[in-house]
């Protein structure tokens, strides 16, 4: 597990999913889960990238490599 520190979110993740929390008292905002081979799935992340401005996060998969999902940090 990886944890990244935004200005607003604390997120929790690994190869497969993420965890969305609030910065400021800790509190359970969303997560990203979509382990599998569907059009809007992924069996591994290899890359990310966390647009705090659009609370948006990119992510890179090894089998679909020009696969741009986009997840809002909250919903």
Request: without cysteine.
């Amino acid at each position: 597990m990886k944890n990244y520190r935004l200005s607003k979110y604390i997120v929790i993740g690994d190869k497969t999913s993420f965890y969305f929390f609030n910065a400021e008292n800790g509190s359970f905002l969303s997560v990203m889960d979509r382990k599998g081979n569907g059009p809007e799935e992924y069996a591994d992340i290899f890359s990310r990238f966390f647009d705090e401005e659009k609370e948006l996060i990119y992510v890179a998969t090894p089998n679909k490599t020009k696969l741009r999902s986009e997840e809002r940090f909250s919903r």
